[in-house]
């Protein structure tokens, strides 16, 4: 999980001589020693703990293959069977101060990731209870988790599940949520992630209602769209895009698959025609052609033999040629 963003405030000039790990962070480097193995310049130095051993194992997870972690067999090779042992009470000190996670990958490979110092100090200090509704809350992504399937997943009682939830707000590890299908309920996801539009609603809902106001507006400019736009002969989804930013109609960014779903509900109204582009690979979309249902013709004229070769005129001087094509739209 990656620590929210902070400002950090200019060096100072104890910082330019006497403790200089706050400014090496950003120039970073690896340099490869005979023995094969890395030496870290940079960022892994500026964490010496006087501890050769464990200054090398921290090294390991600046190497860019190693930044998401590293299995427990690759690291035996990777230090060899007597410098492997004396890792053991370097491994168990970082895991005590939350720096290090450790996670199975398959049946029993253990798989080890080094966590920052400002993300660990949020962990340090979090009971096993704690911990497990975190990781209830991590597994479930940007959709969340309702606290009731926590209470159920974790048996924790309420009381106790809410003193859980209060820790872990309070050090920003995770945040309550609303979903637009159930505005009364509370979910839970990591504070770092972006809430599913299927919870938010995406552009369509604005403070968890929906904007019937935005989207009647921007109906009006795509039907104008249109019909005004290369001379009324039709308009694919990208052009209507590129004249919205450049109208600057909507504050908010609208992605074609949003403006087509837009596009449809004037299609099901009858108002706007899909048609597909000649070669095939894109779709156009043209004013409806609006016909009444009253014409020259009875009923009983469809039977006769020459009927598709007629002229059908109707009441509003619309006139169908033999053969051509009538839409219903009205």
């Known amino acids: ?34 023995s094969g193995s890395y030496a870290v310049q940079g960022a892994a130095r500026s964490e010496g703990s006087g501890h050769p051993l464990k200054d090398r194992f921290l090294a390991v997870f600046v190497i860019p293959e190693f930044k998401s972690g590293i299995s427990n067999s690759t690291l035996k090779e990777r230090f060899g069977d007597a410098d492997y042992i004396k890792l053991v009470p370097i491994i168990n000190e970082l895991t005590s101060q939350s720096r290090l996670v450790m996670s199975k990958v398959g049946e029993t490979e253990l798989f080890y990731s080094l966590v920052s110092e400002d993300v660990a100090s949020r962990f340090h200090g979090l009971d096993a209870s704690a911990r497990m509704v975190y990781q209830y809350i991590e597994r479930a992504g940007n959709m969340g988790i309702w606290t009731k399937d926590l209470r159920v997943q974790t048996s ?20 309550p949520v609303k979903s637009v299908n159930a505005k009364s309920k509370k979910l839970y996801m990591l504070y770092d992630l972006t809430p599913s539009t299927e919870l938010t609603g995406g552009v369509w809902y604005s403070d968890m209602e929906f904007d019937h106001e935005f989207i009647s507006e921007l109906r009006n400019f795509l039907l104008s769209c249109v019909r005004r736009m290369n001379g009324g002969n039709g308009v694919t989804l990208p052009e209507v895009r590129e004249k919205m930013i450049q109208g600057k109609v909507s504050r908010v960014q609208l992605a074609i698959n949003e403006l087509r779903q837009l596009m449809q509900t004037l299609v099901y109204d009858y108002l706007v025609d899909e048609v597909e582009t000649e070669d095939e690979t894109e779709v156009m979309y043209l004013q409806a052609r609006r016909v009444t249902p009253m014409c020259s013709f009875k009923w009983w004229d469809c039977l006769s033999p020459d009927f598709q070769y007629r002229a059908i005129q109707f009441e509003d001087s619309v006139t169908l040629a033999p053969h051509e094509p009538h839409y219903h739209t009205a």
């Open 1 to 34: 999980m990656a620590p929210p963003s902070r400002k950090r405030a200019a060096p100072t000039e104890t910082a330019k001589t006497g403790n200089v790990s706050k400014r090496i962070m950003t120039g970073m480097a690896l340099k490869k020693e005979s």
């Open 156 to 175: 924790i009682q309420q009381q106790a599940l809410n003193k859980i939830f209060k820790t872990l707000e309070s050090r920003q590890l995770i945040k």
